[in-house]
């Protein structure tokens, strides 16, 4: 008997065999505060269209006021979320019951970087742990589990993009009142 999950991706898998230019897909997301001129929050839109806008603050360590997720517990969070559900899918075509499942992630910042104090201190993440607590049926074979714990990690989109960052491109496309054109500068992330 199929699972759940088995019965969703069957035809999926069969279709992207088929033609691999529909496997390709874009997430997004947009931030959508209402009040430019607050320095210390905004709110962003997963999924830009859905029509949830999630608050998002700045941390403490840079001056804010940290009342609301801020940036770094967004990409905790996206990490959390997507190696969740990694697990919960790959357990389901394993056929193992999950009795219990918590992701944490923590993520440790020098933040004299993002301040530019010293161009020796990198601006970003310095480590993260992403720590899975796991309570699975107890006659579930240690062979299944161990299958598990790598296919999940595999699995992860956010977490192996995160091993092997893609090149990202930033746009700053400036408007002002007056003009009747825009100003567009690219800048592509370092590698």
């Known amino acids: 008997m199929k699972t759940i999950v088995q019965n969703a991706q069957e035809p999926l898998r069969k279709q992207f065999k088929e ?11 947009r931030t959508c505060g209402t009040n430019p001129a607050d320095p210390f929050h905004t709110l962003v839109e997963p999924m830009d269209g859905c029509g949830v806008c999630v608050p998002v603050g700045v941390h403490r360590a840079v001056g804010g006021l940290h009342d609301a997720p801020t940036p770094g517990d967004m990409l905790c969070a996206a990490l959390a979320a997507c190696q969740d559900s990694a697990v919960r899918m790959v357990a389901n075509r394993l056929g193992i019951e999950i009795i219990h499942l918590e992701v944490r992630v923590t993520a440790q910042v020098d933040v004299r970087g993002a301040l530019g104090m010293d161009t020796a201190v990198p601006v970003g993440f310095q480590s993260m742990t992403c720590d899975i607590h796991l309570s699975v049926q107890e006659s579930t074979p240690p062979k299944l589990l161990v299958a598990l714990h790598a296919a999940a990690q595999r699995c992860c989109v956010v977490q192996q993009t995160l091993h092997q960052p893609p090149p990202v491109t930033t746009r700053f496309r400036t408007f002002s009142p007056s003009a009747v054109e825009s100003n567009e500068i690219s ?5």
């Open 187 to 191: 800048v592509a992330s370092k590698q």
């Open 19 to 29: 033609a691999p230019a529909l496997a390709m897909v874009t997430d997004h997301a």
